[in-house]
């Protein structure tokens, strides 16, 4: 429609146009502020440092799900601590890390994480579920102590080591077979 004004058809009527916006005769009539090369070295290092976080998280959450000692669940800690200075409002590094510390039983120091994790994704339900838990757990040990740990805890990890045992006993079969 554009093209049928007689006006814009005029080669004199667009500098007509042009004079009366102010517009300098080799620019567009778009307004764009042109990024600055601070914007973009910021913009992609937001991009790297988001996804070496990711990395770091996938590591940390391997190390606590596989880790067979507390030093491995010490080195996972560690991998959400790098997550979380790469990326302060990773809610996953958050989550992992009250996870890692609930499997080292240092409940009272979970919960801030997880409270962190949800106020960065407030609808992840297993966040929420493991803040009740943790929170349960740690009502329990102020409220029976030591009886607690021993009594309730105990037995749990008992079967755990049986499992272990069990686990380790089938891979000895299996070498055997092979």
């Not at 517009?23 to 996804?51: H, W």
Request: aromatic residues 8%; charged residues 35%.
């Amino acid at each position: 429609k554009l093209h049928e004004k007689a006006l814009f058809r005029n080669p004199e009527g667009v500098s007509l146009v042009r004079d009366c916006f102010q517009v300098e005769e080799y620019s567009s009539c778009m307004y764009r502020i042109p990024p600055t090369p601070g914007d973009m070295f910021r913009a992609l290092r937001e991009q790297q440092n988001k996804s070496w976080a990711q990395v770091c998280v996938v590591k940390g959450k391997n190390l606590t799900k596989e880790g067979e000692s507390k030093a491995d669940l010490i080195q996972a800690l560690e991998c959400y601590k790098q997550a979380l200075d790469l990326d302060g409002e990773n809610a996953e590094a958050y989550q992992g890390r009250g996870a890692t510390l609930m499997k080292l039983s240092r409940y009272e120091d979970a919960i801030p994480e997880f409270q962190l994790s949800l106020k960065y994704d407030p609808t992840n339900l297993l966040t929420r579920a493991y803040l009740e838990a943790c929170e349960q757990f740690a009502e329990n040990r102020r409220l029976f102590g030591r009886y607690y740990t021993k009594v309730v805890k105990g037995p749990l990890r008992a079967r755990k080591r049986k499992k272990d045992r069990k686990k380790e006993k089938r891979k000895k079969k299996k070498k055997k077979r092979e």
